[in-house]
């Protein structure tokens, strides 16, 4: 499976991206998707992961309800739709899959994770 991620940019304090990661490959080895993100000197953290039924879990401390995951399953795509942004927000955005039938808790698992996209970028500053 090979993801492309795309749709990161530079954006003001309360604006809004979203992000789209666009799968190919053997996609249908896959049963849940998440968005990680690193910012410069920390370790990576999960920011939303969705199940390919549709189930989705939000690292609630980081989004705090500003942000949404979906997944397009005809266009194998996922996406990430981030509002109110703020500065702490900056940070690469990665998109992973994962083979495995995650439970809840284990969707937050870097190591969950079999195929990750190459990260795009997201920078919040005036």
């Known amino acids: 499976v090979q993801l492309q991620a795309s749709g990161g940019g530079l954006v003001q304090p309360g604006g809004s991206l979203r992000l789209s990661c666009a799968a190919s490959?053997?996609?249908?080895?896959?049963?849940?998707w998440g968005w990680f993100r690193q910012a410069p000197g920390n370790e990576r953290e999960f920011v939303a992961g969705i199940r390919r039924g549709r189930g989705t879990t939000y690292n609630l401390d980081l989004v705090k309800g500003r942000f949404t995951i979906s997944r397009d399953n005809a266009k194998e795509a996922l996406y990430l739709q981030m509002n109110s942004l703020i500065p702490e927000d900056t940070a690469v955005y990665y998109c992973a899959a994962a083979t495995g039938r995650l439970i809840t808790s284990e969707m937050r698992r870097i190591g969950a994770y079999d195929y990750w996209g190459q990260g795009t970028q997201v920078t919040v500053s005036s």
């Open positions: 490959g053997r996609t249908d080895s896959s049963n849940v």
